[in-house]
């Protein structure tokens, strides 16, 4: 039996690993070897060897992508988490939590650049926000659409896209816990605060652990969202907002700059090693013994 098992293997899993080869593992191997070519994807191929990396290392607005998805990967992962957790421990007690759980995910099925649009709406010179402000007597609001804020805006609103979809994570963990749990906590002593951290966040670890390698991995690839920030207008969003899929996108096909796809093969490839090493990273940080839930 185990011999006609072994024989069925490779049956069933080929049309899978044809699919993942053609459609992932060629393309990968084509933007490695494209990563060391200066092409402009009409003529010939020319070979480079390192200098399209080596010209990375001094190019400022690369530097610069980095420098933001960086940002939106610590500043706002720690927001979306502090907001995730509250609103989780929130529904926790709630009888009505599936239909609140249902709202929050619902953000995740729209498009981000949605949401850049509704930001602009809100937040422009007469936007609802200024309005209020207004009202409440606020006359010389932030100018929250300005290039030196954006960046500001841009984390806001990743936040606000993105808590729902965690915290309808985090939730199918807490949920696991026994309320047993809670209640001798609670017979000990402990407050929110205490039930909190020494029952529902060890508790849900690696639960926590899934969300923050997800996180990281979706950060370099934020992209629509500071186009329509930055770019309604027709042209390339401001250079302090650049991340690091938009610079991998303007260096292919934007008509600004001399399109080269080595570059952005490079640049693809550099933030796609910079993110694997610092999710390894992040599973070696939040390695924890497993708990069992009896």
Avoid at 75 to 86: D, K, T, Y
Avoid at 141 to 160: F, H, S
Avoid at 220 to 248: D, H, R
């Amino acid at each position: 039996m185990e011999r006609a098992q072994r024989r069925t293997f490779w049956p069933f899993l080929a049309p899978a690993l044809v699919v993942f080869t053609l459609f992932f593992v060629a393309p990968i191997g084509f933007s490695v070897w494209l990563g060391f070519q200066s092409w402009d994807g009409v003529g010939e191929a020319r070979g480079r060897g390192l200098k399209n990396y080596t010209n990375l290392l001094h190019d400022q607005l690369f530097l610069t992508s980095l420098k933001n998805t960086t940002l939106i990967l610590l500043v706002g992962g720690a927001l979306i988490f502090v907001v995730s957790f509250a609103v989780t421990v929130l529904l926790r007690e709630m009888r009505d939590r599936n239909l609140v759980r249902s709202v929050l995910f619902f953000p995740v099925l729209v498009n981000p650049l949605v949401f850049g649009v509704m930001a602009g709406l809100l937040f422009r010179p007469d936007g609802i926000v200024n309005t209020v402000a207004g009202w409440l007597g606020v006359d010389d609001p932030p100018k929250w659409l300005a290039e030196q804020n954006l960046m500001t805006m841009i984390v806001g609103v990743t936040v606000w896209a993105g808590t729902g979809y965690y915290t309808t994570i985090l939730m199918s963990g807490v949920e696991q816990i026994p309320t047993t749990y809670y209640e001798a906590a609670e017979l000990d002593g402990a407050g929110p605060w205490g039930r909190f951290r020494h029952v529902t966040l060890p508790l849900s670890w690696d639960v926590v652990t899934v969300c923050a390698l997800l996180w990281t991995i979706s950060t370099v690839k934020v992209f629509e969202l500071v186009l329509v920030f930055g770019g309604s207008t027709g042209g390339m969003p401001p250079n302090n907002t650049y991340t690091t899929a938009l610079y991998v996108y303007e260096s292919a096909f934007s008509a600004r700059t001399t399109r080269d796809f080595g570059v952005s093969s490079a640049a693809a490839l550099v933030s796609l090693v910079l993110i694997a090493l610092v999710a390894v990273l992040l599973r070696r940080v939040m390695r924890r013994d497993a708990i069992q839930l009896s």
